[in-house]
T-cell receptor
Framework: NAGVTQTPKFRILKIGQSMTLQCAQD?????MYWYRQDPGMGLKLIYY???????DKGEVPNGYNVSRSTTEDFPLRLELAAPSQTSVYFC??????????????FGPGTRLTVT | GDSVTQMEGPVTLSEEAFLTINCTYT??????LFWYVQYPGEGLQLLLK?????DKGSNKGFEATYRKETTSFHLEKGSVQVSDSAVYFC???????????FGSGTRLQVQP
């Protein structure tokens, strides 16, 4: 059981470039999330999904897009990268129901620098 | 909207000292409350949780009690170790999105 995996671990982008951050989970969780963590700050929700084919915006969605074609995968797309998107990105998943439904499992993160 | 406020760090303690990290929240309804820990270079791991008022979550010697009357969920440990050095995040569960709202984190440094 690998849990939540993310690739790449590190990436440097030039301003205006695009990239996709990959996230996959093997726990058959319905809910998946993307957060960003800026230095010295808590995590902010970018997008989330409650199941395949269903996505919705979080607190800070501008400059990002997501898709959820399968239960396992939840890629995050950055179009026209800007320095303000320099951050550490975490993907998470949860069962989404029951008393333990809020418990989220996090991937190891992707550290992105835009210069 | 929902929010979580944590005490600012860093908190520096000697080994075997008593630890308290304060956390208060603002939310509608009855959210679940969590403490997550982030070790250097790693993702977040769930440390403990409480799903209703007066519940006490505990794990690895850490404890926190869900206090609805004071809207608090303070983290405590009786005797910290160097290996407890990490960033600790308080969070509450959003009943609608099943997402988490995080505090800004508190860095704990334990010296031998």
């Amino acid at each position: 059981n690998a849990g939540v995996t993310q690739t790449p671990k590190f990436r440097i982008l030039k301003i205006g470039q695009s990239m996709t951050l990959q996230c996959a989970q093997d726990m058959n969780h319905n809910y998946m999330y993307w957060y960003r963590q800026d230095p010295g700050m808590g995590l902010k929700l970018i997008y989330y999904s409650v199941g395949a084919g269903i996505t919705d915006k979080g607190e800070v969605p501008n400059g990002y897009n997501v898709s959820r074609s399968t239960t396992e995968d939840f890629p995050l797309r950055l179009e026209l990268a800007a320095p303000s998107q320099t951050s550490v990105y975490f993907c998470a998943s949860s069962l989404g129901k029951g008393n333990g439904g809020y418990e989220q499992y996090f991937g190891p993160g992707t550290r992105l620098t835009v210069t | 909207g929902d929010s979580v406020t944590q005490m600012e760090g860093p908190v520096t303690l000697s080994e075997e000292a008593f630890l308290t990290i304060n956390c208060t929240y603002t939310a509608t309804g009855y959210p679940s409350l969590f403490w997550y820990v982030q070790y250097p270079g790693e993702g977040l791991q769930l440390l403990l949780k409480a799903t209703k008022a007066d519940d006490k979550g505990s794990n690895k010697g850490f404890e926190a009690t869900y206090r609805k009357e004071t809207t608090s969920f303070h983290l405590e440990k009786g005797s910290v170790q160097v290996s407890d050095s990490a960033v600790y995040f308080c969070a509450l569960g959003d009943t609608g999105r099943r997402a988490l709202t995080f505090g800004s984190g508190t860095r704990l440094q334990v010296q031998p």
